[in-house]
């Protein structure tokens, strides 16, 4: 299964068929390759592209199971992605980790599908089917041959409706083993694998649902219960917590027909009141330094607190990450990689949640580089917006790689059922993902440079990265600092 995920860039999300947009794509690619002035010029072009539409059905089943088809026949081929309103945000403290193991456990057989085979029945099909799960939620997929989709629709009706009578201690104790050794693997013995993790519990209060790491913590693994799971999955995979994609080569009509066959008899579960999540701020700057014996290079990253996808101030926030980072000639990647050739990668994303949100800049220094000079120039471009607004070139840029990368991410049917499925989960809306592409086309240089002002002026925290006893290495060391290196992980 595929790892959790890191705090979510809305870079790029969404896609459309190639062949109906080539005309403006190849607009887009020409505008993108004008000289300054002319580019500046012709920058009203990003108003004219369209937001594309993805032709949908929606319906929902009486035991709340929200269901969306999209039919595309330009390939013999169906995507099934199935949306659940669970992630890490929904667990309780000191029973961290659960929506991910989850994530392993919905593969390992259910009632009728003995423990091995629901992968066999895919691949024997010519499927591949996967699973990601973030703070937000968790999304289970199947792309194949369009003749084997009533095989995907009952092998996830299957693991929704009659996964509990199968899951027992011996079944949970092998999932578990595995998440905790993806945790030794991804986290405990990569250089600097805990940095997301220290990052947000300096952000977010303690208990506070953004705080812990999505894969959880080898303490609270070890401790779950077969009852703690079970409670943890009767509470969220009901089908009122859930939407349905089906994409492709399908007939509507069948499919409405199979899903109901299969989905309709799962009976609904318990209703759900979801907390208001309200961004948080620092009020001073904060200081830590992460040591690891596994490191030989040290790293810098700067992290403010800022907004999740339903802000209005998001897609600002990303155009800002894109003008100092997008390419080799954004500010600090120009000035730290190329001019001054102190960082071999620089990279800043609006890391965007559905409550919450991060803006990051994270720098690999070349060897010798100092951490303290990085931070000097780092802060140099930063006060530079702070203090004006970019170029209407530099915006213009902006748009041009966002509604690009837009409109070609749409070429598959995958991308198109899990674009479709993240719209309806979070805005109750298939085609909301269309307002992401007008907004980020609607951002002026006053708008980033009133992001800029408003974020990136307050407190943040900067996190010197270095190998295990080399604290003369820390970004101004004589500054008060938090050493963050964890202990060793309780097996």
Known sequence: MSSPLPPRARWPRTRRPLAALAPAALALTALVALPGAARAQAGAASARVAAPRIPHTKFTLPN??????????????????????????????GRTGFAHLFEHIMFEGSQNV???????YLESAGANNNGTTDNDRTLYYESMPSNAL????????????????????????????????????????????SRFEVVSAAIYPAGHPYSWPVIGS?????????????????????????????????????????VTRYFGDIPRGPALTRPKIAPVTLAAEKRLVLEDSKARLPQIAFTWPSVGIRSNDDAPLTALSRVLTQDRTSRLTKLLVYDRQLATNVGAFQGSNEDVGEFTINVTPRPGASLTEIERLVDSVVTGLVAAPPTAAEVERYKNFFAVSTITGLQSVFGKATTLGESELYFGDPEHFRKDLTDALAVTPADVHRVARQYLSKGRIVLSMVPAGQLTLVSKPDLPYVNVTPKPAVQ
């Open 114 to 120: 003995p423990e091995g085979s629901f992968d066999k």
């Open 150 to 193: 009533e095989t995907a629709l009952w092998l996830e009706s299957d693991r929704l409706g009659f996964l509990l009578p199968t899951l027992d201690q011996k079944k949970l104790d092998g999932q578990r083993d595995i998440v905790k050794n993806e945790r030794r693997l991804r986290v405990d013995n990569q250089p600097f694998g």
């Open 218 to 258: 080898m303490r609270d693994l070890s401790d779950a219960t077969l009852d703690d799971v079970k409670d943890f999955f009767r509470t969220y995979y009901t089908p009122n917590n859930t939407v349905l994609v089906v994409a492709g080569d399908i007939d509507p009509a069948k499919v409405r027909q199979q």
């Open 64 to 93: 709340g199971l929200t269901v969306v088809t999209h039919e595309d026949h330009s390939a013999p081929v169906a995507t099934v992605s199935v949306h659940y309103k669970v992630g890490s945000k929904h667990e309780k403290p």
